[in-house]
């Protein structure tokens, strides 16, 4: 059964860009990752600051894989942000890290329970 992470980031408006760009940099960071299904960076359209980023994974196991390895590397031995900002802030061992562009962030854990795609019938279950 696949597993959904959903990281809550809140981001004031002056470090939305900030945000965006260190995700688009951190391509590739997780895509060739054992068990990853999908990543989404969801940008709020109105009445709050707060970004989701999506991923799915085949299990628990292959999450928590990438975080103790690449991801943990990538984000400086865990920042306690779950990955919030892809690992994009990285840079020589050493140097000063920027400042975070999310002032929280949270992570939400889901379970694949039904889903749908366009030309099924009804909802698949697992």
Same mark, same amino acid.
């Given at each position: 059964?696949?597993?959904?992470?959903?990281?809550? %980031?809140?981001? &004031?408006? !002056?470090?939305?860009? #900030?945000?965006?760009?260190?995700?688009?940099?951190?391509?590739?960071?997780?895509?060739?990752?054992?068990?990853?299904?999908?990543?989404? %960076?969801?940008? &709020?359209? !109105?009445?709050?600051? #707060?970004?989701l980023v999506y991923t799915r994974w085949r299990s628990e196991e292959d999450f928590r894989n990438w975080m103790s390895g690449r991801a943990q590397a990538a984000h400086g031995g865990g920042s306690g942000e779950g990955g919030a900002e892809g690992g994009a802030e990285g840079g020589a061992e050493g140097a000063e890290r920027p400042k975070p562009a999310a002032s929280g962030a949270t992570l939400w854990s889901f379970e694949v329970v039904q889903q749908a795609s366009p030309g099924q019938s009804g909802p698949a279950t697992e």
């Open positions: 059964m696949s597993i959904v992470k959903i990281n809550v %980031l809140t981001v &004031p408006e !002056e470090q939305r860009e #900030t945000l965006e760009k260190r995700f688009a940099a951190r391509a590739g960071a997780v895509e060739n990752s054992d068990g990853f299904e999908w990543f989404e %960076l969801l940008r &709020p359209v !109105e009445g709050t600051d #707060t970004y």
